[in-house]
Nanobody
Framework: QVQLVESGGGLVQAGGSLRLSCAASGLSITGYAVGWFRQAPGKEREFLVVSTWSGSSTNYADSVKGRFTISRDNAKNTVYLQMSSLEPEDTAVYYC?????????????????WGQGTQVTVSS
C-alpha cells in the first residue's frame, strides 16, 4: 500500500521560512516524478513544483519560482519543499503527490498517489 505523509507545516510570520517533508512508503520515489501542490479554502488545487524521478529536472510554478525549492533524499525515500519569503497568500494545505508520467507533470489528474496534506499558515 502506497502512503505519502507530509509534515513540517505550521504557523509562520510573513517573510519566514518552512521546510515541508513528504515521506513515502510502499514505493520507491526513485521511479517516479514527485510534485507539491497546495489548496487554499475555496480555491482549486494549485501546482507548485515537480521533480523528475532522477531529480535532474524540475519545473516550478511562477508563483513560487525563486522562493520555493524542491529536493529529494532517495536514501530516505523522502522529498522536501523548502519555502522562504513566505507571504499570507501562501496560506493553504500543502500536498505531495506521485505521478507515473514521464517528465515534469503539472496537472492534478496526472498524479496517482496523494498525501493527506499539511497546513501552512502565514500571518501578516
Amino acid at each position: 500500500q502506497v502512503q505519502l505523509v507530509e509534515s513540517g507545516g505550521g504557523l509562520v510570520q510573513a517573510g519566514g521560512s518552512l521546510r515541508l517533508s513528504c515521506a513515502a512508503s510502499g514505493l520507491s520515489i526513485t521511479g517516479y516524478a514527485v510534485g507539491w501542490f497546495r489548496q487554499a479554502p475555496g480555491k482549486e488545487r494549485e501546482f507548485l513544483v515537480v521533480s523528475t524521478w532522477s531529480g535532474s529536472s524540475t519545473n516550478y510554478a511562477d508563483s513560487v519560482k525563486g522562493r520555493f525549492t524542491i529536493s529529494r533524499d532517495n536514501a530516505k525515500n523522502t522529498v522536501y519543499l523548502q519555502m522562504s519569503s513566505l507571504e499570507p497568500e501562501d496560506t493553504a494545505v500543502y500536498y505531495c503527490a506521485v505521478s507515473e508520467m514521464m517528465g515534469t507533470p503539472t496537472k492534478v489528474p496526472w498524479y496517482k498517489y496523494w498525501g493527506q496534506g499539511t497546513q501552512v499558515t502565514v500571518s501578516s
